[in-house]
């Protein structure tokens, strides 16, 4: 780590993070990692995790997106110390509200000689960049209105003819920045565009706003996607037109799909922080998988609570190389959850997933039979519904490793001896089944898989007897009945 680096890491500079979306969709769940990674850093230093939405693209924002970002943040278990709903000494928190700031300080560089106003339309553009094209060299404005005596511009202004405000960016100058994760990057002003800085209809662009705010907000570290790397020197030149500190920059790779083969996006399937709630994955179970994406605790525990994250996280250990979202990983996790959940939270987990016609007086007979099963929240139907559904019987299961007239002996005598029964328990009904089982002589292997194919018309299920005590006498019963028929087909 270079001394410069180490010196910003040191200082006592109270250490402020923030998350910065646009409401122009649901939140990415590689956002609402990035959410985690700056939370949590600016908490184990005792700082603030400021939340600041990026409003000002007004074409493509969804009415109702700044709610849902807020709200899914809250469904994770996070929250923010500044921001909207609650404010702080940094407001207003949505860009589109903080306009003015924006001009104030773009005519400050204006005033500097480090921007410039630029009219050209985009009937030139077009034919610049087309040019630049054919030519075979990066398209780049040319600084056409750099030209423009200072008079012929309040000309112009006069008339009302629209213009937008560029920065000039200087020519032949090393543009340096200290990356926490990657250390020293080097990038030669000679391919910085001239960006524009504020646009024709008032509004920011996002290099001035991310700069303009986050320098007024005091944020002491810039953590965000791997992808803004190629953005960062526009924002270093900012920084340096403004006479203003660096943050710490810190850009974190990107998460690649399930296959390894590419950046994780909408196109190749739904990757909504709110999706992965509403595919039954519990908040803090993802919020422990984000965290070992690229990252491991230094006992390489895999299974970390939001505390312990917290006390031990820190962003130059994440590894620079792009890592593969393994949903595997993140099943097993969320097993791991639902098993160490209470019952009591487990059913209040469950009750957006469960079934119309789920029997809820039945719930704390049949949830600890499934628990250990339960992957995702959303599975409790699959693994339940022959508790309160009509099951389907397959007769090639019923009579394998046997014949027809076996099981139809097999079938009967087991349905005579639970007609007996008055004691309706797993106990009781284990020994009864054991002992007509070993009297008999039967296959172990053979009686058992016939008798919970015929109960529950599946091969696999939560442990049979428990199983068919919470069935009931009369359903059980009846669907012994109904594989006799099926088997003397």
Known sequence: MSQQLTQNMSSKKTIRTRMAPSPTGEMHVGSMAMVLKNYAFAKKHDGQFILRVEDTDKEREIPGCIDQIMQVIHKYGLEWDEGPGK?????????SQRLE??????????EKGRAYHCFCSKERLEDLRDEQRQQKIPPKYDRHCTKLPQAEVKQKMAQGKPYVIRLRVPDHQKIIFNDLIRG?????????????LLKSDGFPTYHLAVVVDDHLMKISHVMRGEEWISSTPKHVLLYQAFGWELPVFAHIPIFLNPNGKGKMSKRKGTVSAQSFLDKGYLPQALLNFFMILGWASTDQREILSLAEYIQEFDPKNLSKNSVVFDTKKLDWINGVYIRKMKKTDLKKQLQNFLPADFPHHQIDEILPLVKERLIRLTDIEDLTSFFYRPVELDKALLIKRGDQVLASQQLTEINRKLGKIKEWSAPHLEKVIRKLQTETGWHKKQFFMMLRVAVTGLTATPPLFETMAVLGKKRVQERLEQALVLVKK
């Open 87 to 95: 404010g702080g000494p940094f407001k207003p928190y949505l860009q």
């Open 101 to 110: 700031i924006y001009k104030t300080h773009v005519q400050e560089l204006i």
């Open 184 to 196: 020293e990057i080097i990038v030669e002003s000679r391919i910085i565009d001239d960006q524009i």
